[in-house]
């Protein structure tokens, strides 16, 4: 419910502020006198676009506040009580400012155009002439015969079923790129898997390759310096053991002489003893080493073998190893990617079934009640002035979507002998409004409360259907919170809260001003509204017959 709206310095309305009730809240007052204007300003809080000219002259920002409150509206009051907003309030307000872009605030925080249109969709609904209306909207026309016919529960169903259908198959859409992509890729990445799995590489074979392959190039080399060095220490004439001998036998001879000598020649004896070790070692090394070709080619050939490896995969060995074990688990993503996609399209065609079988009970089930809404609102129009007008729910079957498999658009032939044509596109802005009305009366009951605001809903029309009007406008009020801007006292006398709106000079400028009428004012308005300038007694006593009337 709209509980208050503070205007500033918008158009000629330099500051005003109006209190709403629930029910009926009617307003009125002369041609000119600011009425549009109001309803221009509470447009704008629906997100609408908003231009400098909407300042007021001489002020450099105009600004609109609306409170509601949401205790009555679960979906909206659940959407704040999540972001832990306590009260069931809720505080909008528009800053237009005559510099540039505006501002908007939702309870104190900044937000955007975007997410006031999504708020005061749930909120606001305004049916004038010149403005943009849900019936317009041919995708809202859907929605309508859906509430009507109760089947909301069961779109949601099938919206469940069509968004798991839709997400798998988007998945298994997915799956089948990358596998169509990465097709070259992974038979590349096989190939190198096989390629050095097939090397059968060890970390540590490298440097003893080189070590080997040195002493096979340099074996004559190896093998003359270890025979000449036997020959010096052991073989050879004159070799370093015969001559150690030698010393060790005149050492011996001597050593009794100076007892002194005696450790020196046992030091001796135990470095022959060592150098006749080495020159076995020596001789026993020169007979392994041996010229071998073709261990030498077979080493060069590894060697080659593992520099190719390195300069495809990586700077050393660890890194070739590094990079098959990463393709290798790219491998078994593939690999699973396969097993998954089996799964997917495996039960995708029984998802697939629940969804056509759920969106053709949907379609069956707006066919059978457009039939009802046919009737309720042709009814409905019928005691709104429109008696001979004809209503039809037009329905083309589309590829299926998050609404199901139908497209559905409301057609009309107001008058007798025209053919059935888009009610968006050749419905006068009277004839929406009562369109509208009607719909809402009938779709009344079903779903949360919200603010119906009804501008020109009397045009062309007057008498007895204006005093239908009224009554209607005044049972739809029981059910949502109604505005309404009239010229007709036969609509104004049902009103629970009545305004006036009026122009006033003030310090040479024009401004618009609200007031909220009581008991006689609203006689005096009702008497103006029937009787024009001047108001008589016989007007007033029939102003008060028609509130008396309203009563029952």
């Not at 020169?286 to 030498?296: A, D, G, Q, V, Y």
């Not at 490896?309 to 990079?323: C, F, I, N």
Request: proline share 2%; charged share 35%; glycine share 6%.
């Amino acid at each position: 419910m709209l509980q208050e709206l503070r205007i500033k310095n918008f158009a000629i309305i330099d500051e005003l502020s109006i209190s709403f009730s629930k029910g009926l809240n009617i307003l009125t007052g002369e041609t000119g006198a600011g009425k549009s204007i109001i309803l221009n300003a509470v447009q704008l809080l629906r997100g609408e676009k908003a231009g400098e000219e909407l300042v007021r002259s001489e002020e450099e920002e105009a600004s609109i506040e609306a409170l509601f409150d949401l205790s009555e509206n679960p979906n909206l009051l659940k959407k704040f009580t999540d972001e832990k907003i306590e009260e069931p309030y809720l505080l909008i307000k528009r800053i237009i400012l005559r510099s540039g872009r505006g501002r908007v605030y939702i309870n104190g925080n900044l937000a955007t155009l975007s997410m006031l249109s999504d708020i005061s969709e749930e909120l606001l609904s305004i049916y004038g002439q010149h403005e943009h209306q849900l019936l317009q909207k041919v995708e809202t026309h859907i929605d309508i015969l859906d509430e009507f016919g109760e089947l909301v529960d069961l779109r949601r169903e099938f919206q469940r079923y069509f968004e798991k259908y839709t997400s798998q198959l988007e998945e298994i859409k997915k799956i089948r790129e990358i596998r169509e992509k990465g097709a070259k890729e992974r038979e590349l990445m096989e190939f190198q898997s096989r390629e050095i799995e097939a090397a059968n590489i060890r970390l540590d074979e490298e440097d003893a390759l080189k070590a080997e392959r040195s002493i096979l190039i340099n074996a004559k080399r190896l093998s003359d310096f270890a025979n000449y060095s036997e020959e010096l220490l052991y073989s050879g004439e004159g070799s370093a053991i015969e001559k150690i001998q030698m010393i060790l036998r005149q050492g011996h001879e001597v050593s009794h002489i100076d007892p002194k000598l005696l450790e020196l020649t046992k030091n001796l004896e135990s470095l022959l003893i060592q150098l006749e070790e080495i020159a076995i070692e020596f001789r026993d090394y020169s007979s392994k080493i041996e010229n071998n070709p073709e261990r030498l080619e077979e080493i060069e050939n590894r060697i080659e073998e593992l520099e190719r490896l390195k300069h495809k995969y990586g700077k050393t060995l660890e890194d070739v190893l590094a990079y098959k074990k990463r393709i290798d688990e790219t491998l078994r993503f593939f690999s699973s990617d396969e097993d998954k996609l089996k799964e997917l399209e495996s039960s995708l065609e029984p998802l697939k079934k629940n969804v056509f079988e759920l969106g053709e009970r949907l379609s069956q089930e707006r066919k059978r009640v457009s039939i009802e809404l046919k009737k309720a609102v042709e009814k409905e129009l019928a005691s709104l002035g429109m008696r001979r007008t004809i209503f039809e729910v037009y329905f083309e079957e589309v590829p299926i979507s998050e609404k199901g498999k139908d497209r559905v658009e409301f057609l009309i032939s107001p008058n007798p002998g025209e053919h059935l044509k888009p009610l968006a596109k050749i419905a006068s802005g009277g004839e929406l409004s009562r369109i509208m009305l009607a719909i809402k009366r009938i779709l009344a009951k079903i779903g949360g409360r919200q603010v119906l605001i009804f501008d020109e809903v009397d045009s062309g029309i007057g008498g007895s259907i204006a005093e239908v009007v009224g009554r209607k406008l005044k049972e739809l009020s029981k059910y949502h919170q109604v505005i309404c801007v009239t010229h007709l006292p036969q609509i104004a006398c049902f009103a629970d809260r009545h305004y006036n709106v009026r122009k006033e000079v003030r310090g040479g400028r024009t401004t618009t001003r609200v007031t909220q009428l009581e008991k006689e004012a609203i006689i005096d308005e009702i008497a103006r509204m029937l009787g024009g300038i001047k108001i008589t007694e016989k007007t007033r006593a029939h102003a008060k017959e028609m509130i008396e009337n309203a009563k029952w």
